[in-house]
């Protein structure tokens, strides 16, 4: 029997946005969105806001309308700088238009951020991006806002094993959003949200009162003894990244996804990731063991 070609994996990008807590604890929270159960892909699961790419995020005027165009190839050295550039704008509108978090700054440098989660003009801009009725840039450059690329810390790059229908080639990305009081999902990708530390969803998860997604899980894990945004920011900019593509195996009867390094996933000693390395599908989920 002849297999049958890989789905052509389509570029994606996602945020991990972090706040200080509200409660004064300096350990610092990340936003989740719970996606939409009706959703093929990982429906249920708490995500973190992102997409694809929009034909409208590859723009090579970038530079007249976004703040940091000129940085944009920082820590994503394999794409050219229209692409990288692409990663970055669709990362700002996807987490604008699944939570309302605008990264952008105005003509000052002062951050936009999210003045209120619900603020009217705020939120019809937002479904309109969302709707795909005005652009990103229409939307912006009536308000004297431009897009700030350099905030965007990369920190990961996951694909879709190949024997998935629907695949991704996604980019991860980490920011702060100190001024940010609050943040809102969509009501139809996605049908809850919260800020939680990463040891609070790690647990939860634990409890298996979420879902996590493999990625998430390990990002989540990854920044999960950071007690401060300092911290946070310190090992984001020290990761190694690396293009992590998962492989489904058996072992034993048991369906497992394993990562490169895993004693079922050789890798050169260079792409090794640390332990854990597989995760065992569950009835629900993918847990890692």
Known sequence: MTSRPAATAFPAATVMAFRPSPAGAPTPEVFLVRRNLRMAFFGGAHVFPGGRLDPGDRDPDASAWC???DETGRGMGDLDALEATAYRLAAIREVFE???ILLARDAAGRWAYLASPRESGLD???QAV???ALSLREALRPRGLFPALEALIPIAHWVTPEVEPKRFDTRFFLVPVEGSSGALHDEAEHLASAWMTASAALASFDRREIVLAPPTWRL???FESCASWAEVERRARACVIQRIQPRFVQENGEDLLVLP???LYPAPLNEQL???TRFRR???RWQPI
């Open 67 to 69: 703040s940091g165009a």
């Open 98 to 100: 699944e939570s309302g």
């Open 124 to 126: 019809r801009l937002r």
């Open 130 to 132: 969302h709707s795909g």
């Open 220 to 222: 989540l894990k990854d």
């Open 261 to 263: 390094g895993d004693p």
């Open 274 to 276: 640390t332990p854990p």
């Open 282 to 284: 569950d009835p629900d």
